[in-house]
């Protein structure tokens, strides 16, 4: 996980109270403040940084020159080094202290991200912890992927309370493990044409990874990514042809979307055959008309799973042990990998109502 720092100093006094209960509940790393009283409240499980005098768990020092990193690699046991990252010197220098200090904040006038990137590469193997001051939650989101791995935490200047729980939900970066079941077919049903979506994401699947997709709420069958051969075709790794467009996939956060809601930026769970589970972006969700079947399955508990698909060779599904499967060849008793959710969806939330889904 990330570490969320939530820096109290810039936001008004009314709102500071709220703003640290946020950050002490969501499990923040640290909260910024010039305030000693404040950091003298703190419970322990939150990290007390000072910018000013007075007691603290640890204290800011603005670095500005290599002599002011060097005497502060002298002491830095309960500091951490601020730099403002300019122009080239102040760039190496944060290079310098990233490498050399426990814990750098690093603040970057330019508001591309090649200097973080520079930082990062400098860093890479350095046991401290690099802190990235960004001014929104935007900005948050995109500097922690920066060279894949982006830096160990982010610093915030929250505008509410709400920005604190936003910060600390982005940064858990997890994505669950998901407990697939086996489910075994009941019956294989033609349909003639109607409207299927494939998803297209910005990344590459691998051989025993899929979405998870499925006609009701509570049941969806693992979809193949067309990472495996095709006759008369290229691969496209970065592609899941995925069901009709009325069907749902699982998402992060617990969240389902219809395949006709998703687009160019929308973000789905890729999931692999063992339940391990990824956040990947869709670039883009193309719907065509093609010919469709559903495939009909039940769990070991008797809940019914239902999916409906482009009527090809060329779709397919994942069963146990990964193994491929072309949706035109399945029969009575095939098994395919699936997940069950307990709860209904309401607007793609989970929701403890009643509903019947056939």
């Excluded at 810039?10 to 703003?19: D, K, L, S």
């Excluded at 969501?26 to 010039?34: E, G, L, M």
């Excluded at 982010?154 to 493990?177: C, M, Q």
């Excluded at 239902?306 to 599904?317: A, G, I, K, P, Y």
Aim: hydrophobic share 40%; charged share 25%.
């Amino acid at each position: 996980m990330k570490h969320a720092w939530i820096d109290v100093r810039g936001i008004p006094a009314a709102q500071t109270e709220a703003v640290v209960d946020a950050a002490i509940h969501a499990k923040a790393q640290a909260i910024v403040s010039d305030d000693a009283e404040l950091l003298a409240k703190l419970p322990p499980t939150i990290l007390g940084v000072a910018s000013g005098e007075g007691a603290s768990q640890m204290r800011v020092t603005t670095v500005g020159d290599e002599q002011q990193l060097a005497e502060l690699v002298r002491t830095s046991d309960d500091r951490a080094g601020w730099v403002r990252v300019v122009d080239d010197r102040t760039l190496k220098l944060a290079c310098a202290a990233a490498v050399q200090l426990p814990h750098t904040i690093v603040e970057f006038a330019d508001p591309t991200k090649i200097p973080l990137e520079i930082v990062l590469a400098a860093a890479d193997k350095a046991p401290g912890q690099l802190i990235t001051v960004c001014h929104d939650i935007e900005e948050a989101s995109i500097v922690v992927d920066v060279l894949e791995r982006g830096s160990e935490g982010v610093l915030l200047t929250p505008r509410s309370a709400d920005d604190v729980f936003a910060l600390t939900r982005l940064l858990s970066g997890s994505t669950p493990h998901l407990d697939l079941t086996t489910l075994t077919v009941d019956r294989i049903e033609h349909h003639g044409l109607g409207d299927r979506v494939c998803v297209d994401t910005c990344t590459h699947f691998r051989e025993d990874e899929g979405i998870l997709v499925g006609s009701y709420s509570t049941g969806f069958i693992l979809c193949c990514s067309e990472t495996h051969p095709l006759p008369y075709m290229p691969t496209r790794p970065f592609r899941v042809n995925a069901g009709a467009l009325h069907s749902y996939v699982v998402g992060p956060d617990n969240r389902t979307n219809y395949l006709s809601e998703l687009g160019s930026g929308s973000a789905v769970l890729a999931v692999d055959s063992d339940g391990r589970t990824r956040r990947v972006v869709v670039g883009r969700a193309k719907l065509e008309s093609r010919p469709l079947l559903t495939i009909t399955a039940h769990s070991a508990d008797g809940t019914v799973v239902s999916l409906t698909v482009q009527d090809d060779w060329h779709v397919r599904v994942l069963g146990p042990g990964a193994k491929v499967r072309n949706v035109t060849e399945l029969q009575n008793g095939d098994e395919l990998l699936g997940y069950l959710a307990t709860d209904q969806r309401h607007v793609g939330f989970p929701i403890g109502e009643f509903c019947r889904e056939s």
